[in-house]
């Protein structure tokens, strides 16, 4: 076992009432997630989560938090293309135990290990893990300062951290497509491929991401990683504008 690994042994509680949307809106959603994840998105997710994770690999860490890892593809993904061990935590029970389904299957049980618990309130000590990665999170927390700072918290001096989120494409005609896609198709196509819960998801995701970049551009989370404590904070635009990918390093 892994040296810092004794920490898995502590049963993570998410306080009772935090970050129900989220929960709410994922725990219907494990079953068909993977696969809709990558066809509702034309592929771009794994395109997306690919790059973020490489900022990850390069690093060579030994111990890599995972924070909102849902069905653990970025788990599996870090994993796989490393030698580091993985600890994922997410809020939602049901995504969590499609995630154990797929690190089974995958013969990766004893590299990657998955609890339950809150971003905002991470069960471990200070700078436990070399890397850290997060995804799809900040929409869905109250403080994004706040969570930040938790993140970076848990990260040792020199540790990388990685993001992926969602974007709103900066050219107004892209800008444009993308607002009919979300608003229209993306509910559409969501009610035709997964049922009603995917309907709501997608009638979400659109507003969700415009209001939360209304209230927090990206020249505000770039100076939010670098006062909870990130040095040489970087962002990529993908995909048009479509998704984002940040980095960035604990600084000493």
Known sequence: MHPRLWLLTVKAQVPGGANRLARDLF????????????????????????????HIVEAAPEL?????????????????????????VDLTEAMLRRGRDNLARAGLVQRAHLLLGQAERLPFPDATF??????????YVEDPQATLEELARVIRP?????????????????????????????????MLLGGRDWYDVGRFLGPSISSHYRRYPLDWVLK?????????????????????????????
């Open 27 to 54: 725990t219907p959603l494990p079953r068909h997630y993977d696969r809709l994840a990558e066809i509702l998105s034309f592929g771009q997710n794994r395109r997306w989560r690919a790059e973020m994770v490489a």
């Open 64 to 88: 890599v938090l995972s924070v909102a890892c849902g069905t653990a593809g970025e788990c599996l993904a870090i994993a796989r293309r490393s030698g580091a061990r993985v600890v994922g």
């Open 130 to 139: 070399d890397g850290l990665s997060f995804t799809y999170l900040l929409r």
């Open 158 to 190: 020199g540790g990388v951290a990685a993001s992926l989120e969602f974007f709103v494409p900066p050219s107004p005609l892209w800008r444009a497509a993308w607002g009919v896609y979300t608003r229209a198709a993306l509910p559409a196509a969501g």
């Open 224 to 252: 939010a990683w670098e006062r909870a404590g990130f040095i040489s904070v970087s962002a990529r635009p993908l995909s048009l504008g479509g998704g984002l990918v940040m980095w960035g390093r604990r600084g000493g």
